[in-house]
């Protein structure tokens, strides 16, 4: 793949809709599955990710050059896990507030398949600048996915929404249980792909 | 062979500059997330006696931290306890070194002032001197006083067990009697949702009010909480006083009521804090009697 001709504006509507990481990329089911119990827990995850994503992007991007192309994949985990723990500690040290409920996710991060991916796929082969956008466009993609998986485990398994209680009562409580997390995201996988039929036929007859 | 050479320097290299950058951060980091970490402790303790931000903690209240220590010596192993003490008007600490009986073998004035006394390797430093080879000491736990003025208010003891997953580390606040104060839960790594709910009130509140006696035999049901006291442990302001003491009294002597789906989380807290509170008394009314009958001049 050579470098991507797309604008900014369009990395990060792919990142965010078209090649969502979550529902259409299947990436990083892990964290999908078995932490978005809560609105909550999505967010901060989502959003631990998305600063790791954009740091780690860039950086590969930026040395891209000087990787031995057989030892990239360490050199791509020795980056993220670089970044994980500068943000650890520097949230420890100066945000302790966020650190007490992000500490646990942040952690987490290194394993994730999301953002070696994109830096095999899109960061080795682009600007620095593109990079940039793309770790945006991903790193926001996987936030919402995160956010609404979380949305629905959360209404259905504890009645409630960001912790307020809106039904008063717990429809299914299986539903916060992990193995609940693959129905879940399976069933919203079936509807983002859906929409996307629907979209494309409409398209199509139009023209 | 030449390829190999550059796969090599070039990993090398990258760990090392992975290794630069971390190193760099941690010690920049390392102060202020020490003193987060302090000052977290500082006020978890301020809030289970019941301090906070609206009720301010009086002057006059002091904490005053005890050490446990392993002192191992030709195969003979013996308890060491750093004590706060007063000696020529300045607070010091000093080492007490007991059998596993309870009974006193040897003083040692330590050169510390509490505030160095806070930091592990000053402690170690401090201990080294008194205590050389072929003496060795392990660090086994710390407990904190709480006296208001001259009076013995309640004891906070730091704790760690098992938990479901890894461990959970917990701050347990008791009164002189034994009779717990408060439960916090420091850290732990349970499953959010799920066993991570030993962090809500309706939980850890249950542990409120339990006395030595009760807390002996206590146990966890898997009955469901009842409203009321569900209520009370969310909320105990918004209740009014007359309601508040009957809700507690009736509850008082119940078992915990266990997290639905966490059995074994809730389990493990109450096993884990049975265990804490029985050892501690045990040692502390040996560390008594000892600091009694030698009248040693201890601040606790």
Known sequence: ?207 | MKEITRITIGLTLSCFFAALIMGAVFVVTDKPKKQNEHQHVQETMLGLLGYGSQKPAPQELKFYPVYRYIIEEKGTTYLGYMVPVKSADRETYELLMLTLEGSLVQRFPLKISPEHAVAVSERQNALKEVLPAPKTFAYQDQTVIARLGDKRVAYLLPGEFTGFKTFIRVMLALDPQFEIIGLEIMEHEEDPGLGAEIKQNYFKNQFKNKSFDRLKSLTVVKDPLPDDYRRYLDAADTINAGELETIRNQYRDKDIYALTGATISSRAVTNGTKNMVKRFAYRIKILDEVIAGKQIPALI
């Open chain 1, 1 to 207: 793949m050579a470098a991507t001709k797309k604008t900014n504006t369009e990395l990060v509507f792919n990142g965010i809709l078209l090649e969502n990481p979550i529902f259409r990329l299947a990436l990083s089911m892990c964290p999908a599955v078995g932490l978005t119990t809560s609105i909550k827990n999505g967010l901060l995850l989502g959003s631990a990710v998305l600063f790791v994503q954009i740091f780690s992007s860039c950086t590969i991007a930026a040395i891209k050059n000087y990787i031995h192309p057989r030892i990239r994949i360490p050199t791509y985990t020795l980056t993220i896990a670089t970044w994980v723990t500068v943000i650890d500690l520097v949230l420890a040290a100066y945000v302790p507030g966020a650190y007490k409920e992000m500490g646990i996710f942040v952690k987490l991060i290194v394993a994730f398949a999301i953002i070696t991916m994109r830096l095999e796929a899109f960061a080795c082969k682009n600007s620095v600048s593109a990079s940039f956008w793309d770790g945006i466009g991903m790193g926001i993609g996987f936030l919402f996915g995160m956010v609404s998986i979380g949305f629905v485990r959360e209404l259905l398994g504890a009645g409630t929404i960001l912790g307020y209680d809106v039904l008063g009562f717990k429809p299914l409580l299986f539903f916060i249980l992990p193995a609940a997390g693959f129905f879940c995201v399976g069933i919203m996988m079936a509807f983002f792909n859906y929409i996307e039929v629907v979209f494309n036929r409409r398209k199509e007859r139009k023209q």
